[in-house]
C-alpha cells in the first residue's frame, strides 16, 4: 500500500500559533498534495509538490518533502480559527496509477 | 473559479434499490474521479475515468458500481442495488490532466444513506 499516514490524528493549538502536520508514504511517487476538510464539505486542494521539490510556499502554507524518509509537513503560520478543520495528505504512485491515495487525515482545531 | 458540482446533496435510500449520484465537473477537465469516504475515516479511491472509459478501478468498484458520462457534461455514478455498507459521503473530482501532474478538484460530495 502506498497508503499516506498523517500524524498527529487531532491537534488542537491556540489561535496564532504555528501548527504542523505530518505525513509519511510508502512507495515512491510523482508528487504529494495536502488537502482540506472543513466539515461535511468536500475536499479543497492546498499545494502540490512535486517529486523533485524540497519545499514549496503558498501564503501562510509551507510543504516540505523529503522522497528519502518519504516523509512530508505541511506547516500553517499564524493560524486562524478559519484554519480549523480536516488536513489529508495524497499520494499518487510514480507507474500508472491515475488515482489519489488519502492518509487518514489530521483534524485541526484551532481555539480562539 | 469554476468547481465540480453534484447532487443531490442527501439521497436516502432503501437497502437493494438502484442510485445515481450526479456531477459536473469542470468544464475543460479531462479526468473524472469517484471517491468516498465512509463517516470518521479517510477518503478511498473507488474508479477514474478518461476518454470515455475506466482508466483504473478500486476493489470496491465491483459489479455493483457502475459510471457514465451520458451527454458530455454530467459524470454520474449508478449503485445497482445498494447494500447497508454503501453508506457514505461520495465526492467526484476532476483534473485538467492527471493526478501525477494537476490537482484533483473536489465537489462537495452527496451523503448516501442506506436504510
Known amino acids: 500500500s502506498q497508503q499516506g499516514e498523517e500524524d498527529p490524528q487531532a491537534l488542537s493549538i491556540q489561535e496564532g500559533e504555528n501548527a504542523t502536520m505530518n505525513c509519511s508514504y510508502k512507495?515512491?511517487?510523482?508528487?504529494l498534495q495536502w488537502y482540506r476538510q472543513n466539515s461535511g464539505r468536500g475536499l479543497v486542494h492546498l499545494i502540490l509538490?512535486?517529486?523533485?521539490?524540497r519545499e514549496k510556499h503558498s501564503g501562510r502554507l509551507r510543504v516540505t518533502l523529503d522522497t528519502s524518509k518519504k516523509s512530508s509537513s505541511l506547516l500553517i503560520t499564524a493560524s486562524r480559527a478559519a484554519d480549523t478543520a480536516s488536513y489529508f495528505c495524497?499520494?499518487?504512485?510514480?507507474?500508472?496509477?491515475?488515482?489519489?491515495?488519502f492518509g487518514q487525515g489530521t483534524r485541526l482545531t484551532i481555539n480562539p | 473559479e469554476p468547481e465540480v458540482t453534484q447532487t443531490p446533496s442527501h439521497q436516502v435510500t432503501q437497502m437493494g434499490q438502484e442510485v445515481i449520484l450526479r456531477c459536473v465537473p469542470i468544464?475543460?477537465?479531462?479526468?473524472f474521479y469517484w471517491y468516498r469516504q465512509i463517516l470518521g475515516q479517510k477518503v478511498e479511491f473507488l474508479v477514474s475515468?478518461?476518454?470515455?472509459?475506466?482508466?483504473?478501478k478500486s476493489e470496491i468498484f465491483d459489479d455493483q458500481f457502475s459510471v457514465e458520462r451520458p451527454d458530455g457534461s454530467n459524470f454520474t455514478l449508478k449503485i445497482r442495488s445498494t447494500k447497508l455498507e454503501d453508506s457514505a459521503m461520495y465526492f467526484c473530482?476532476?483534473?485538467?490532466?492527471?493526478?501525477?501532474?494537476?490537482?484533483?478538484?473536489f465537489g462537495d460530495g452527496t451523503r448516501l444513506s442506506i436504510l
Open positions: 473530482a476532476s483534473s485538467r490532466d492527471g493526478p501525477r501532474h494537476q490537482p484533483q478538484h
Open positions: 512507495t515512491s511517487i510523482n508528487n
Open positions: 509538490i512535486r517529486s523533485n521539490e
Open positions: 495524497a499520494t499518487d504512485a510514480i507507474q500508472g496509477a491515475q488515482k489519489l491515495v
Open positions: 468544464s475543460n477537465h479531462l479526468y
Open positions: 475515468f478518461y476518454n470515455n472509459e475506466i482508466s483504473e
